[in-house]
Structure formats: structure tokens, C-alpha cells
């Protein structure tokens, strides 16, 4: 058989596995919060599993390996920095549980005054979460480009099945999926760096490759801050990870599995850069984001290329799932029964999540459609909430003095010098430290020149 017909036989029945843990998952749902937090169901392996999945997807797998064509094993920096993602949010497991917080926006209703911080923090949300549904379809495009399949099917058919299994799974039954799929994608990788380790062997690469493919850090400090920076910071405000953490049976399983989650995730990511230099030691002629797929496809039995190609399909899939759940979370708990009509019944609840989640559906897929970097997608999205949402929250925190007004003020002051460095209409140094460096000094700025008349 073919590498695509083995991959079509592997995604169906990931798709039967899905329907099935769909039907499950349906059970367990009795009204909107278990759609979207599925409160004391989710096990320490479970959240490990569903944790190491949400991040093994495309810009893990497959940007990871075009990195390693790059630049060499300094290509595991993004993965290296998912994973130490995951230490900050085990550590505010106890804060997140103990206050019952669904959702950042939750702390922010109860900090500062007024619905303006909430709505900022909900909008940081929703753009991170459209551009991790983006990175994910980009990864979607290149598998089937690498099947001979035509590039918008993957975009679609990605987005369109994501957007129907998270709808009716909800939270839990998407962890679920995650799981299962981070245990293929981790078999399949391993077994195809053992192939390549065992023929050619590690001499093909020391023939080949230039000396700095060997160094953990041959460009500047500024872009490795890049490539980790966004993801570690922007954990504090992660929407998905509170979620998560609410579902946990229990604080120990909760903490417990951010941590397995994360130190299984930082050896983890040496494995695609070290593919993708393989790839560039045997493929000296074609582009950088074509290596994976070539090496796939020519180097690796038929069986095991297809495991691959078929688990990062399903890791895309997976990834897509968490931004819909939690953009669901934003729209429909942050805003509509935060902030409307908090006594919504369940049915209208769902209803407006599937209105918010097929409109995002939809930016996603046009610019999936217009973009080609996968992790420079993934850190605009990371970034902005960073620099738009980490100072009002750790502000809040840790500064009484803090006032709703400085949150809202650094909030904006943040959001926008990101999205101006992003878009390349101003040059700052280390951008994604600086525009969290400006949002502070306007928060304390503002919070001092104004305190709150009961502060």
C-alpha cells in the first residue's frame, strides 16, 4: 500500500476513535460548564496526556523539524519553551482551584472594577486563540501537500472536523483525544529517529551539516528569546490551562500533570530538529519547510511515515480542538453570561458556542490560507497575550495599589506595541519583553498618578 492510503486507513479510524469518545464524552455533559470545564473528571494521566498533545502538534512537530533544517538542534528551543510553559502553570494550580476560576477573565471581574479589563483579556484570547488554530491549519496544508493532496482540503477539512468533534465533545472528550494521539505521535517520532540513527547514522550528519548545527544557541539571544519567551510567559494567562486545571479531580492531580506534562515535553523536543537535520544532510537542495515530508516519504518505511503523518494530523486536529473549547469559554462564559445574561439556560449557551467557534473557524482558515512560518504564527498569537494580559494579572496580584484603570491602560499599551513589532511597523529590541516592559510601566504609571478613590 501507499504512504497516502495508509494514512487515510489510520485517519479513519481515528476518526471511528473520535465518534466513540465523542459518545462517551456526550454523557458526561449536563449543562454549559461541563461543556467547558468538565469540573473533577479529569485524571493527573489524562491532563498529562492532553497537555503533551495540546502542544505536540504542528509548530512542536513540523516547525520544529523545519528549525532543525535551519538552524540545527537549536531547533528544539520552541518545544523547550512549551514545555517549561507547563512549570509556571502547575504552580498556579492552588491559585486557579482554590478561587474556582473558569477562566483568567474570572480573576479579572473579581480584581478590578467594571467589565473593561474582562473584555480586553477576552479579545487577547480569542486573537491568540485564532492564531493557534492558524498555526495548527498550516500544519494541516503541508501534510497534504506532502500526500499529493490539494493544500485548501487540508485547511478545511482540519478546521471543519475540529470544529465539529469540540462542539460535541467538549473539553473532556478533546482531552481525551489528545491523549491518545500525543502516545502515536511519541512512538512514531521515536521510531523514525532510531531508523535515521541506525542509516545513515549520526556520521552523515557531522559530514554535512556546518559545526553550528551542533550549538544550542549559533543566532543571536534575541531570536531565541523569540522563539520561547511568548509561549513561557503567556502561560500565566493561558485560557486552556485554567480550564484544565479546573477539570482536575484534585490539586494533585492537577499540579501532578502539568509537571509530568512538562518534563516529559523538554527531552521530547530535541527529536524533530534532530529529523529535520537528517532531512538537511540528506536534502542539501530543497527548502527548509519541505525537509520533514521528504524525509518521510523517501527515507522511512511506508508504515512508519504514515504513522507520522497520520499522528501529527491528529495532534493538528487535537490543537484545533482546545481553541475552539476555549474560545467557547471567552465568548459564551467570559462575555455573554459574565457580562449579558447570566442566567442563560444550557441550550442557548451551546448555541451561541458553535456561532462564536464556526466564526473563528473562518478567520482561521483564511489565514492558514495567507501564512506560511507556523511557530512565527504561533508566537504573534502568544505574544500578544503576554504583553496585553501578564502585567494586569501578576499586577493584581502581587500590587494592591494595582487600579482597573492601570490594567486597562497597560493592557492596550502592551496588545498594541506587540502587534506593531509583529507586523514589522516598529523595530524594538527583544519585542516580546519589551512590549511587557512598557505594559508595566504603564500599569504602575497609571496606578499611581490615578489610585481608585477606595484604594
Known amino acids: 500500500m501507499t504512504t497516502p492510503s495508509i494514512v487515510i486507513l489510520i485517519l479513519l479510524s481515528y476518526g471511528t476513535a473520535m465518534l466513540l469518545i465523542s459518545r462517551r464524552a456526550s454523557r458526561r455533559i449536563r449543562s454549559f460548564q461541563d461543556t467547558i470545564a468538565a469540573p473533577g473528571q479529569t485524571s493527573l494521566f489524562l491532563l498529562a496526556g492532553s497537555a503533551i498533545g495540546g502542544q505536540i502538534g504542528s509548530g512542536f512537530v513540523i516547525g520544529g523539524a523545519e528549525y532543525g533544517a535551519?538552524?540545527?538542534?537549536?531547533g528544539a528551543w520552541y518545544g523547550i519553551g512549551c514545555g517549561l510553559s507547563y512549570f509556571i502553570t502547575a504552580a498556579l494550580c492552588r491559585f486557579i482551584r482554590t478561587h474556582h476560576y473558569v477562566s483568567p477573565a474570572?480573576?479579572?471581574?473579581?480584581?478590578?472594577?467594571?467589565?473593561?479589563?474582562?473584555?480586553?483579556?477576552?479579545?487577547?484570547?480569542?486573537?491568540?486563540?485564532?492564531?493557534?488554530?492558524?498555526?495548527?491549519?498550516?500544519?494541516?496544508?503541508?501534510?497534504f501537500l506532502t500526500l499529493g493532496l490539494p493544500a485548501q482540503w487540508g485547511v478545511v477539512l482540519t478546521a471543519v472536523?475540529?470544529?465539529?468533534?469540540?462542539?460535541?465533545?467538549?473539553?473532556?472528550?478533546?482531552?481525551?483525544?489528545?491523549?491518545?494521539?500525543?502516545?502515536?505521535?511519541?512512538?512514531?517520532?521515536?521510531?523514525?529517529?532510531?531508523?535515521?540513527?541506525?542509516?545513515?547514522?549520526?556520521g552523515v550528519l557531522a559530514a554535512a551539516l556546518p559545526a553550528s548545527s551542533f550549538h544550542l544557541a549559533p543566532f543571536g539571544a534575541e531570536f531565541l528569546v523569540s522563539m520561547t519567551a511568548p509561549i513561557v510567559l503567556a502561560s500565566s494567562v493561558n485560557q486552556i490551562?485554567?480550564?484544565?486545571?479546573?477539570?482536575?479531580?484534585?490539586?494533585?492531580?492537577?499540579?501532578?500533570?502539568?509537571?509530568l506534562a512538562g518534563l516529559t515535553l523538554i527531552p521530547v523536543a530535541f527529536i524533530p530538529p534532530l529529523l529535520g537535520m537528517y532531512g538537511r544532510a540528506l536534502f542539501p537542495g530543497i527548502p527548509a519547510e519541505n525537509v520533514f515530508s521528504s524525509l518521510l516519504l523517501t527515507r522511512l518505511p511506508t508504515a512508519v511515515a504514515a504513522v507520522i503523518l497520520a499522528?501529527?494530523?491528529c495532534a493538528v486536529v487535537s490543537s484545533c480542538n482546545s481553541a475552539y473549547i476555549a474560545v467557547a469559554a471567552n465568548f459564551v462564559h467570559d462575555i455573554y453570561l459574565g457580562m449579558v445574561n447570566p442566567g442563560a439556560d444550557s441550550r442557548t449557551c451551546r448555541r451561541l458556542m458553535l456561532l462564536a467557534d464556526m466564526a473563528v473557524c473562518c478567520i482561521g482558515i483564511l489565514l492558514a490560507l495567507k501564512m506560511?512560518?507556523?511557530?512565527?504564527?504561533?508566537?504573534?498569537?502568544?505574544?500578544?497575550?503576554?504583553?496585553?494580559?501578564?502585567?494586569?494579572?501578576?499586577?493584581?496580584?502581587?500590587?494592591?495599589?494595582?487600579?482597573?484603570?492601570?490594567?486597562?491602560?497597560?493592557?492596550?499599551a502592551g496588545m498594541a506595541v506587540s502587534l506593531a513589532a509583529s507586523l514589522e511597523l516598529i523595530r524594538l529590541p527583544y519585542a516580546s519583553i519589551s512590549s511587557i516592559l512598557i505594559s508595566a510601566a504603564v500599569y504602575a504609571a497609571v496606578s499611581l498618578l490615578a489610585p481608585e478613590k477606595n484604594g
Open 70 to 74: 535551519r538552524y540545527g538542534i537549536a
Open 161 to 202: 472536523i475540529a470544529l465539529v468533534y469540540s462542539n460535541a465533545a467538549g473539553l473532556w472528550g478533546s482531552m481525551a483525544v489528545s491523549s491518545i494521539q500525543s502516545v502515536i505521535i511519541f512512538i512514531g517520532m521515536s521510531t523514525a529517529l532510531f531508523l535515521m540513527m541506525s542509516a545513515p547514522g549520526p
Open 241 to 259: 490551562s485554567f480550564q484544565s486545571a479546573a477539570s482536575a479531580k484534585s490539586l494533585k492531580s492537577a499540579r501532578g500533570g502539568y509537571l
Open 106 to 143: 474570572d480573576y479579572f471581574a473579581r480584581r478590578y472594577s467594571g467589565h473593561a479589563t474582562r473584555m480586553i483579556y477576552t479579545a487577547a484570547s480569542i486573537s491568540c486563540s485564532v492564531s493557534l488554530l492558524a498555526g495548527q491549519l498550516l500544519a494541516g496544508r503541508a501534510i
Open 311 to 313: 499522528a501529527v494530523i
Open 372 to 412: 506560511n512560518d507556523i511557530i512565527r504564527v504561533l508566537s504573534m498569537g502568544y505574544s500578544l497575550m503576554a504583553s496585553g494580559c501578564l502585567v494586569p494579572f501578576l499586577g493584581g496580584v502581587i500590587w494592591k495599589k494595582g487600579t482597573s484603570r492601570g490594567a486597562l491602560y497597560s493592557a492596550f
